[in-house]
């Protein structure tokens, strides 16, 4: 009995301990999010917000007008925050504006953490803790949502319960969550290969059609009053080609091979096949590959190959933004925490590093002329993409050496992760 009450107290203390990381944690990124005055995407997403007082379900008839973007999703929370201007008027202060518009992003950012905790509680509440911490206080976590306003944390919060669903025996669950990820950010269907795979090998034909239904039942249901309201039966369709197709060029500021070669901001239709074609056969070959892992490999995990995919996807494919390899950052850490995996750990913190770079210089670059980041940006952009190329083959050595490797992987000794 002993024994019983004193994992108990231990688990309360963790619980404890969780809830402190997670105040101090949001009271930071209010701090940052109300005092940094960012109107990069920030003010665009005001623009969005404040014409869905014109009409929700109607606003992709005036996507052009506000240079709408984005999936549905995220719309629905833009409706609460164009209500809150329509009650407080536009013009307010920096302050005021900064907590409108970077609320959701901030409050994604902390369900994350919290998802984080509960996915391990269970099984440990001290991995749990480790787990919300690590996401609470990565710089990188921390600059994307609270400097810059970003929703990558929603995003990221939505793939993290859409896998651990798929993991614990829940295809429909799973199949829902995924498909309103999917509406939320595109960059998530580069996941869907992975997500289809792990579908299709780990369930009965029968759950799979079922996941694959909930799925579209769930695209369907949201798609159907957004393509009723602006009149187009080809919403869907527009909505994914258009957003896969506006910003045609080899890098957007991403630390990738292009920016190695000073392909910043330069049309990726050169080259013979061109370089976006060669994008696409890039996504067959990984594809090919991650069938192949789930065939042969000794460990598989979808927290692996999860991340080698989007990371190659990043490293190697045309059109990537200066913050698409940040959601990596979620399947790194779910690896080496699921895997008790030092190598994976480390990785983290390499992509936890570059990422936080790739989103500062830029920011830096682009709020300030004639400073450092400014003048030397092309420099810049040259050795962190070099840095982060190496990184990549290092990551990678690390992934294959998991999935193939003859001995068991080495697993974390510390005792920060158990």
């Keep these: ?63 052009e007008a506000v240079n709408l973007d984005y999936p549905p999703i995220y719309l629905f929370f833009l409706k609460i925050t164009g209500t809150i201007y329509a009650i407080i008027g536009e013009s307010v202060h920096n302050y005021t504006e900064m907590f409108i518009m970077k609320l959701w992003p901030i409050l994604g950012d ?37 400097f810059w306003g970003q929703t990558d944390s929603i995003m990221c919060l939505l793939l993290l319960v859409s896998f651990v669903a798929l993991e614990r025996e829940k295809p429909v669950l799973a199949s829902v969550l995924f498909a309103l990820a999917g509406m939320t950010k595109y960059q998530c269907l580069f996941f869907t290969p992975l997500f289809l795979t792990g579908l299709f090998v780990k369930y009965r034909i029968s759950k799979m059609l079922k996941g694959v239904g909930a799925a579209a039942i769930t695209v369907a249901t949201v798609f159907l009053p957004f393509m009723i309201g602006s009149q187009n039966p080809f919403l869907f369709l527009d909505v994914y080609l258009k957003g896969q197709g506006t910003y045609p060029y080899c890098t957007l500021n ?100 570059i990422t936080f ?24 952009m040259v050795i962190f993409s070099i840095i982060n190329l190496i990184l990549y083959f290092v990551s990678s050595y690390v992934v294959i050496k998991f999935m193939f490797g003859k001995n068991k992987a080495k697993e974390m000794e510390t005792e920060v992760i158990q």
């Design 1 to 63: 009995m002993q024994p019983s009450l004193n994992n108990k107290s231990l688990s309360k203390k963790y619980i404890d301990i969780f809830f402190v990381v997670l105040v101090f944690g949001a009271l930071l990124r209010f701090a940052i999010g109300i005092g940094y005055y960012n109107p990069q995407d920030t003010l665009w997403y005001k623009a969005w917000a404040t014409e869905l007082n014109n009409g929700l379900f109607s606003i992709y008839s005036r996507a």
């Design 110 to 146: 902390i369900i994350c953490a919290v998802a984080l905790f509960y996915v391990f509680k269970k099984q440990s509440p001290k991995t749990g803790l480790v787990a919300a911490t690590l996401w609470m206080f990565n710089p990188s976590v921390i600059f994307n949502c609270a």
């Design 357 to 380: 770079l790739n989103q500062v210089i830029p920011m830096f670059s682009w709020r300030s002329e004639n400073s450092f980041f400014d003048n030397y940006y092309g420099e810049c």
């Design 254 to 353: 991403a630390y990738n091979v292009y920016g190695i070669f000073g392909l910043n901001w330069k049309e990726d239709n050169i080259g013979i096949p061109s370089l976006y074609t060669l994008s696409f056969v890039l996504i067959a070959v990984l594809i090919g590959f991650m069938i192949y892992c789930y065939i042969r490999a000794k460990r598989n995990s979808v927290w692996v190959m999860g991340f080698f995919f989007m990371n190659t996807l990043f490293m190697f494919m045309t059109r990537m933004h200066e913050r698409y390899q940040f959601v990596a950052l979620i399947f790194i850490l779910m690896a080496a925490i699921v895997h008790k995996h030092r190598g994976f750990f480390y990785c983290f913190v390499g992509i936890s590093a």
